[in-house]
């Protein structure tokens, strides 16, 4: 470990004292998996810091001086009891990475908006009934994680995360998803299980090169035609749900290698299915058959494994 970084993982400490601020010459601090309930103001002496990893401690609040911390890269907040972020964290411009993951937030300050540079954004396992519109200046994120909340929607501004690869949105109470998702045009993964979604909007079928898409656990009772724009997409779960038909365009997915349609009300096949040539997992299971077609043979006769 370099003169320039401290870590004081897992040390059993439930006090940090104020001398901390003295070593100015810190640029990453490590203090995961402690029994730290509070910080010393002192820490915002420390303004060479890039790095500030607080994982898994007792914090229930943060002090004021840790705004002032303005070369931090990597803030590590997440498995705390923090109920309360405050407006001034809009400072830390320079933040690439915050994890707030695992905390008591009920609300989020508008200021997030100013973390200009943010690229990984997690804020699983919070109380959070909304996110705020301000996210939509976020130009440079790549990863977003707001599972494990209370959403009920999504502003139609997260359209705007232009630069956006990985979506995590599930075990959430979101109904419906916006039309400006069809705007996340890098959009590879989107992950909406265990929501209370009816429909899809026809325009995720513009996100070409999407990969992988997760609906599990849903109360979707059919599937737009638009799907079968998604070139790219592998994989496509749709476990749990309340279909009963598929559309023919499901057989454009010709990059598709699994799909999982387990306990559906599904009564027929679209015989489109036949040409998804990479396939190589078809799981049936639990759906309502009246019969299997023979092309189910070809398919497995290619190598894919069809769980009826």
């Known amino acids: 470990m370099s003169a320039n970084e401290l870590d004081l993982t897992g040390q059993q400490l439930t006090l940090l004292p104020e001398s901390i601020g003295d070593r100015r010459y810190l640029e990453k601090l490590y203090l995961d998996q402690n029994r730290l309930t509070v910080l010393p103001t002192s820490i915002g002496q420390l303004l060479n810091l890039t790095t500030l990893s607080l994982y898994s401690n007792l914090l229930t609040n943060l002090p004021e001086s840790i705004w002032q ?34 905390n008591a937030l009920m609300t989020l300050p508008a200021s997030l908006g100013n973390l200009h540079r943010l690229e990984f954004l997690y804020l699983s396992n919070n109380q959070l009934p909304a996110v705020p519109e301000t996210l939509k200046s976020l130009g440079n994120l790549i990863y977003l994680n707001v599972t494990d909340n209370q959403l009920t929607s999504l502003p139609a501004s997260i359209g705007d995360l232009n ?18 998702l069809s705007r996340l045009r890098h959009l590879k ?12 909007p026809a325009a995720l079928g513009g996100l070409a090169r999407l990969r992988k898409l997760i609906l599990q656990d849903n109360e979707l009772t059919s599937l737009p035609e638009a799907i079968g724009g998604l070139a790219s997409l592998t994989e496509l779960n749709l476990r749990n749900n309340r279909l009963a038909a598929l559309p023919e365009a499901i057989g454009n997915l010709q990059n598709l290698a699994y799909l999982d349609l387990r306990a559906n009300k599904l ?34 006769a290619h190598g894919c494994l069809v769980y009826k």
Do not use: C
């Open 267 to 300: 009564r027929s096949l679209p015989a489109s299915l036949e040409k998804l040539s990479y396939l190589e997992k078809l799981d049936l299971r639990w759906n309502k058959l009246l019969s299997y077609p023979e092309w189910l043979q070809r398919l497995e």
């Open 189 to 200: 993964e989107l992950h909406v299980q265990n929501n209370k979604l009816v429909s899809l």
């Open 69 to 102: 911390l303005k070369k931090l890269r990597t803030l590590n907040l997440a498995e705390n009891q923090i109920s309360f972020l405050a407006a001034d964290i809009g400072h830390l411009t320079n933040l690439q990475m915050l994890d707030l993951g695992h």
């Open 163 to 180: 630069r956006l690869v990985e979506l995590r949105l599930y075990n959430n109470r979101i109904s419906s998803l916006p039309e400006s």
